[in-house]
């Protein structure tokens, strides 16, 4: 597990640093907790000072599992195969097959080609940071369909072993089921809805009111997906089966399992109601809960109330009584009752003074706000406003320093150096991680700091 700390520094920087990186036996909440606050209380940080908190991977933090991925996998092993097939590292064969068929295709103008474009493709792999990776892969499975089929099915017959034939064997029957074409429909409608957000919200500089407001718009999206999209979806479904020759069951049939020991299933039970309440709809409510759960309305409110201090616009969203309702609903322990009131009266000043400079008209984010504060001193003297401030600015933790810190651990602990202890694993990657921090020592300052450790005999 890797600590990252952010924090504004006294000139109203933001700093992001790596902390720690320590051995867990498991990923369970307690197991995590008990770690940071054992790492923090090690080096005289207390645990009452942390503002928020953010975890990357981590999915038992917010619950069992997390969004469609999870959804899938644990209900229709059929994506969750061809997820590995297409995540696998060991599918040359697969896609020299591939490759071949799109020589092939090509030469036969099956498919269509443009200059400066890539003659022959393969299926985009999806990243494990980076959901919009999965959405290309969706649509670049459905795009190349017939060639991924067609190359599935020449390893089914000259695969190397048995095993490998009959892999590819269960796959081709997968992906020519009438129930995988339609959850990857679904899959790339629902993607195609979340994939703006999941872009917004992986930005570099971040704009939390704007991004809230996607939140609001994608949950309104996936609703009218879920109370109008079933219709649209089957009839593109069943064309989509016709274009390439795929089985369409009769939707008034009586559902079976195609899995499991017993087959008994209720009469009433239709493949349609299967197909439409079991997976297409129960998809749906499952994106909603987790964007309700993730996004609630009091986490809104949050940024809606902070987005008060932006001075974008020359602060045109500044509000006395936003900011006010901001200290009295989440930052109650931070300001005293008498502080409160004291902190209506600095941001009355604050309105006519800092508002109306000149200097402070081009500002467009808070963090640009935080350290012309600093320079102009004014700081000193709206000195609750930039404590808000301050706390407002740890809101937007991002992953980046936390997969970057797992790059570094994949170079410094490599084959050769496995055995290494954490302690000493931590502080190479803080030297390689922070290189800015580390360039301020030297090489005499690091000798003065040994030699005084301990008595030692000069030479």
Known sequence: M????????????????????????????LTLKNEICAVLSRYNLHIENIRDQGYDGASNMRGEWNGLQALFLKDCPYTYYVHCMANSK????LQHAQAEQVENMIASNEIETRR????????QRAGDTRWGSHFQSICSLIKMFDTTCKAINTISEEGA???????????????????FILILHLMKEIMRITNILCQALQQHSQDLLNAMHLVSTTKSLIQKLRYDGWEPLLASVISFCEQHEIDIPDM????????????????DLTMEHHLRIGIFTVAIDFQLQELK????????????LSSALNPKDAFRLFKIVHICNLVKKFYPQDFTEHEQELLESQLQHYELDVIKHPDFQNMSTISELCKGLKISGKSKIYFLIDRLIRLVLTLPVSTAITERAFSAMKLLKIRLHNRMEDELLADNMIVYIEKEIAGNFTIEMIMDEFYSMKNRRQA
């Open 161 to 179: 072993n048995y095993k490998q034939r009959g892999d590819a064997e269960g796959a081709y029957q997968v992906l020519t089921s009438f129930e």
């Open 116 to 123: 400066g474009a890539n003659q022959i493709g393969t299926l």
């Open 90 to 93: 060991r599918n040359d064969e």
């Open 293 to 304: 759960s993730r996004f609630c309305e009091l986490t809104t409110e949050l940024v809606i």
């Open 2 to 29: 890797a600590i990252i700390l952010r924090f504004v520094d006294k000139e109203g920087f933001i700093k992001e640093c790596f902390f720690h990186v320590v051995h867990v036996r498991d990923t369970t909440a």
């Open 252 to 267: 008034n049939a009586r559902y079976t399992k195609s899995r499991g020991r017993y087959r008994r299933q209720d009469d």
